[in-house]
């Protein structure tokens, strides 16, 4: 009861927050993640001094949870300062001293290396959000063994700002035998191919050259977008829980997902809502992971439709009347025990024309451990975040997911908008994406030589919902005149797939055009931009459609390249 | 027999045209079409030397039937050159043997105003594809009443260049006794705040500024778009024919239509494919009528489902198996008696969530004339052109329609294609259209006092889909910076409408935005961009999306106000 009492005051105190970190832990699984300890009436204070400046400092790192991952930067210097404040003179707390303060009300105490910080100040402006509470009245160390982003100089020193005293030199000790093992330390291999944005946890794209030399991409190349350390899960003992409102339950395993239910088949694309952010971070710096244009990929996905298993659950065509949504929950989890979560329409989940899969094989295999063995959600036309991996469980509800991800992250906003004034409730969450098109070759700063006489550009377009690309034009003048550039559905020697019925082409297709070369020109500025057959074109430019999380960036795709003039004219 | 294998002559020869120009005319209403003659073999042939100066000329003025009406720039001009050849020393022909000049094979000839013209090598030049060919071997005088665009100059021009002879007087004096009376005579009074675009057809459309002071938009201004002349039809004989392929078959009365299915109502936008075109002729001259901003409007539309007369039709689930596509039929119809004719795909007329009405209520009273009185098809979030008016059959099939305005008109392509390139089947019909905003207060053009201090703007924002419209940034600088909108789903004095479900978002949302005068500007270029639930936005500028015939111009809005200096201060 203690402990369920302590959530709910967590929670009472969320809207302390700022608006842009909300999040409502189930009472159940807070009472998992708080220790137990002292009822914590303490009410020492040791209000620390930090001026306006501090906050003003502070707004320019503020971020969603993904986006502590901006951190990531210095990490390289984070160890050097690890001992800044050994040699102060304040006071000794015991670890029953620290544990009694963990919420607001109580005032917020964590520890570092023996260090004791009063952050109650800091809470709301924590760039990830209220999750900073789960480590409330305990140690820091295995919540930044997760988030490894955490390890740098900065935030050692906005830390060192709220330092107020040292731990009692038993207890630490009682803490450095616990010895907090890492996370990731399971994670599969990787191809080394990938250009690494992060590795714990993992997130990768391949060269976008060798993206497009296949219409379905090689498992080990696809990119990888993890938000947590990869689950281990024993296939045997697996089982995917389907719940939610009255009227259905059902329990599978692995087995029983396999044979209950046909076995559906479909080519879908898979794009990271970041696809593309490192030209937003031109324009101004946002916040997330440097994506550059291959987060993402086209496999074939095998699998269970959800609809036919929500069918078999119970939910018919009545379910409509109460619930809007259906939540996945991964398997996935950080050291407090949360676990990945999206959510996505219902009426995309229960449509025969929706295509939702509970996917077991991917390219004619089982899963790879990086893209959710043994069973992930293929939510084909919609945002990568909505595909959930590892899946777990399955809630047919009547309101979207509560994670932070489908709630305070992956939603788009004017250019406008910063982090002062950031409303995440004011948009909706991101399902179908924009059409989007790059081109993978050639590649940006390269040369072509002038005695080619002519340039191959190359690259992929796909659009969000089931639209099919219907055109893709290229430029070499910067956008003044235009090509049509020949689009394919299959790699170069084989038939092309079959064309999708109206509202289900959910592949990319991979296009190319061969231009002779302008005969004045010293360097092409290549530009392209697709159509899809709602005639959604992309914008011009990424100013105007620049966001604080730079998600969503589809504007005119450029490259430039020099025109090497040969030798024997030198 | 006789005119069914001319038919088949006529059809035989459409790969002589011009890819653009393909129709295939049934050989049904071919036969109805052409008048009897004789076997037409004479051979005789009057070849006019026709240099390539003329089919260079010519290129720049060929346009699909729509775009004929391009023509209308300067019909004033048109009754003075009636007469230009009436003193040539050409031979005299029988009106039998104009008649049996009637294909590419033995010629093509007509009559206008006692002159015969033989035109065999103008068919595949002529704007308004293979439709020519009807007129072939009698009068043109009929043809040139449905399309009053033809009558101007440059038209009378052309066609004095393929003068071979006069028509024998007693002939001309027959075709004087039958006169032409005006097809359009019946058609409806309209609201005198209607902006002509074309009387005959009849296009307009409501000043902007009135368009967004209703969230309805009141029948009588809501836009007009016809493409013949307005058919009376009487709601007793009224007939809907349900058919096509094996399976299904349905006759209806217009009160069996009411009282047989259940009467369904929504609040749908329909905007025509060519909305905003003058900003494209602004660019480059484009095929068509020229639109400002208020080819759009929304009304409420009541009716069955097109979905539940299908289903009583005998098209049950099975149908998707063999049909792809159903097609319309209106009762309006051109002098030949082909009736306008569009198709929509299957699965949006089928779908529960498509909501595709056989609508005999607008705004809560019977369909106005214009609006297709007794029944019209409305296809929510789809262009106008698939909304058929006067409703006649409709017909369940494997393939589109094949009329003119779903194959050859109606199709976005890329600015690098003109009409000596153009493929129309390269290019998939226009369905779902895309996002859109535009500003319709102030004006351009208009001035804004200075000691307002700050400058309201109004605008509406809609995309094709159901996609809802989440967002409406304005810019008074051009777009350099932004501000988000209010947006609103009703009148202001009146609750907003309950939100729609996910993708069956079919009104617009109009938005408004009260800004401070910036301190130094003396002209203010204000803007718009929306964007809709699936984060597609607008394309910045017109020229990368300039087409041929002009449709989809859908880039931000732009309008120049100026500061007006108080008196005082001058």
Excluded at 328 to 351: C, H, Q, R
């Amino acid at each position: 009861m203690l402990l369920l009492r302590r959530c709910h005051r967590l929670t009472r105190f969320g809207p302390l927050n700022t608006q842009r970190h909300q999040a409502a832990p189930a009472v159940a699984s807070c009472a998992v993640r708080l220790r137990s300890g002292s009822s914590g009436e303490d009410q020492r204070s040791y209000q620390h001094a930090h001026g306006p400046s501090w906050r003003q400092a502070l707004a320019g790192v503020l971020a969603g949870t993904g986006a502590v991952l901006a951190y990531g930067l210095h990490h390289h210097k984070a160890e050097q300062v690890d001992t800044i404040e050994k040699a102060s003179a304040l006071p000794i707390f015991t670890q029953e001293e620290v544990t009694s303060h963990r919420s607001l009300e109580d005032g917020v105490w964590v520890t570092y290396k023996g260090a004791v910080y009063n952050i109650t100040e800091f809470v709301a402006m924590h760039p990830g959000g209220d999750k900073i509470l789960l480590a409330a009245g305990g140690d820091l160390e295995p919540f930044w063994a997760l988030y490894a982003v955490h390890k740098q100089e900065h935030v050692l020193e906005i830390l060192a700002e709220y330092k107020i005293g040292e731990l009692r030199a038993e207890d630490l000790k009682k803490q450095q035998s616990v010895k907090s093992s890492d996370p990731y330390s399971s994670d599969p291999e990787r191809h080394p191919v990938l250009r690494i944005n992060s590795l714990k946890p993992f997130n990768a794209e391949p060269p976008p050259e060798i993206l497009t030399d296949s219409y379905i991409t090689p498992s080990p190349i696809f990119f990888k977008r993890n938000h947590l350390p990869v689950p281990q899960v024993d296939p045997g003992s697996y089982r995917l829980h389907v719940e939610g409102l009255p009227g259905g339950a059902l329990t599978l395993s692995l087995e029983e997902l396999k044979t209950r239910f046909p076995k559906h088949t479909i080519t879908a694309t898979l794009q990271c809502a970041g696809n593309r952010r490192s030209e937003m971070n031109k324009v101004k710096q946002v916040k997330g992971l440097n994506w550059g244009i291959a987060a993402i990929s086209n496999a074939t996905w095998s699998g269970a439709r959800l609809r036919d298993v929500l069918l078999a659950a119970g939910y018919g065509p009545d379910v409509a009347k109460r619930a809007c949504h259906v939540q996945f929950e991964g398997l996935d989890k950080d050291v407090t025990g949360t676990t990945y979560g999206a959510s996505i329409p219902l009426n995309k989940a229960v449509s025969e024309e929706g295509d939702v899969l509970l996917a077991y094989e991917m390219n004619g295999e089982d899963l790879p451990a990086d893209h959710g063995y043994p069973v992930r959600v293929v939510v084909p036309g919609t945002v990568g975040a909505r595909n959930v991996k590892w899946l777990g469980k399955i809630i047919v509800s009547a309101e979207e997911s509560s994670s932070h991800w489908q709630q305070n992250d992956y939603k788009g906003f004017s250019p406008a908008t910063d982090w002062d004034t950031v409303d995440f409730k004011s948009a909706p969450a991101i399902q179908e994406l924009p059409i989007q098109s790059a081109i993978t070759v050639p590649a940006d700063g390269t040369a072509v030589d002038r005695s080619g006489e002519e340039v191959t550009v190359k690259g992929y377009a796909w659009s969000g919902g089931g639209r099919e690309v219907v055109r893709v034009d290229v430029s070499l003048d910067g956008g003044k005149t235009w090509q049509v550039a020949q689009l394919r559905s299959s790699d170069k020697d084989q038939a092309p797939e079959v064309s999708p019925p109206p509202g289900r082409a959910w592949a990319w297709k991979l296009w190319e055009i061969t231009v002779p070369l302008p005969a004045e020109a010293q360097e092409l500025e290549i530009v392209c931009k697709a159509v899809d057959n709602s005639y959604n074109m992309q914008p011009d430019t990424v100013a105007p459609i620049w966001n604080l999380r730079g998600v969503l960036s589809n504007a005119w795709h450029r490259v430039k390249v020099k025109i090497r003039e040969d030798e024997s004219e030198e």
